[in-house]
């Protein structure tokens, strides 16, 4: 049974851009102590001969990264919902040192689930020069401008190796704000919204599942005292279309308003070269500016990311959770044996 609530939502998690963008309590800066740790970490792991993947926290020993952690944990479950660790100096490493620093921490921080079909752990989010929209291409291979919306797992995370020439900002909008804004300004969507909406996979579905979700996705879930959201506005477009049933013009106007709150309501946060970025997947709709590309090949914007499921494991709703079938809650995009004919957005 979908709990709708019909009260504004109050809390640490409620903020605009204008507010966070006065002030940088969401920025920690990595004190010397703390990167050589992180150097000593890296030695230790290839010394061993550790491969990316190989290794766990108690092989990445970090002790000012680890005590962070549960500060991490904490903002963004029960706070803003985002946090920024700036000046690491990344450009002394190699790609593949980068690779092993990245997933070295992020092990500290909880589980990695997959991002794509190919079962990938950690990822590359940079340009290779493919056009958005089309078949087999999602966003983050493009330069393309993104519309808001979650990922998978409980926590998004990225690591900036290289910032574009110009653009690329990364934007963040808290989906409560949102939520108390529609409750204000058209309280008539919010039994829709909470009701949701069917997402086309687009080809990250499991073997055997059909490409339309099993249910309606809510957009917001308020459960367990707390509200989650899930946005894709591609996904519910194309799911619609794959139908028959296109959305008419009245469905579509939540949907508008939901982009035109984000775009009102959400932080500019540029990305500098070093910057981890830890974002909550429930509390927080993400988006990014197009960019402008060095044409340098090794200068061009690269940002690693994980998909991390956190050991809060913050409670959720049947309908919220499963979007691939029974038990697939927090499980990432599922891999599969051979391509499929089209990846998601």
């Excluded at 019909?6 to 998690?13: A, D, H, V």
């Excluded at 499991?206 to 899930?230: C, D, L, N, Q």
Aim: glycine share 8%; proline share 5%; charged share 25%.
């Amino acid at each position: 049974m979908i709990e709708v609530r019909r009260q504004p939502i109050s809390g640490r998690c409620v903020w605009t851009g204008a507010e966070m963008a006065q002030c940088d309590a969401w920025v920690t800066h990595w004190p010397q102590d703390a990167i050589d740790e992180v150097e000593a970490a890296l030695k230790a792991v290839k010394a061993k001969g550790l491969k990316l993947y190989e290794f766990g926290r108690e092989q990445f020993p970090v002790a000012w990264f680890a005590q962070q952690v549960a500060a991490i944990h904490e903002e963004l479950e029960e706070g803003r919902g985002f946090v920024m660790l700036r000046g690491f100096p990344v450009r002394r490493y190699s790609m593949a040192d980068a690779e092993l620093i990245y997933w070295g921490l992020g092990t500290h921080v909880g589980g990695a689930v997959s991002q794509n079909w190919r079962g990938e752990l950690l990822s590359h989010v940079r340009d290779q020069g493919l056009q958005h929209g089309t078949k087999q291409v999602r966003g983050y291979q493009t330069r393309a401008k993104l519309f808001y919306h979650n990922d998978h797992g409980d926590v998004v995370g990225l690591f900036c190796i290289h910032e574009a020439q110009s653009g690329g900002a990364s934007k963040l909008v808290s989906s409560a704000a949102m939520y108390n804004e529609v409750l204000r300004r058209h309280p008539e969507y919010i039994d829709e919204l909470c009701a949701g909406y069917h997402y086309h996979m687009r080809g990250e579905e499991p073997e055997g599942h059909r490409e339309i979700t099993e249910h309606r996705v809510p957009v917001f879930s308020y459960h367990a005292g707390k509200m989650s959201s899930r946005y894709q506005r591609n996904a519910i477009v194309h799911a619609a279309n794959f139908l028959g049933q296109p959305l008419t013009d009245r469905q579509k106007e939540p949907l508008d308003l939901l982009d035109a709150l984000a775009e009102e309501l959400h932080l500019n946060m540029d990305f500098k070269q070093g910057d981890v970025q830890f974002i909550s997947n429930y509390s927080i709709l993400h988006s990014r500016n197009e960019f402008e590309d060095f044409a340098e090949p090794e200068k061009k914007r690269d940002l690693l990311r994980l998909w991390v499921n956190a050991p809060y494991g913050r409670p959720l709703t049947h309908e919220f959770a499963t979007r691939y079938g029974p038990g697939s809650a927090r499980k990432g995009v599922p891999p599969r044996a051979r391509p499929p004919t089209e990846q998601a957005a």
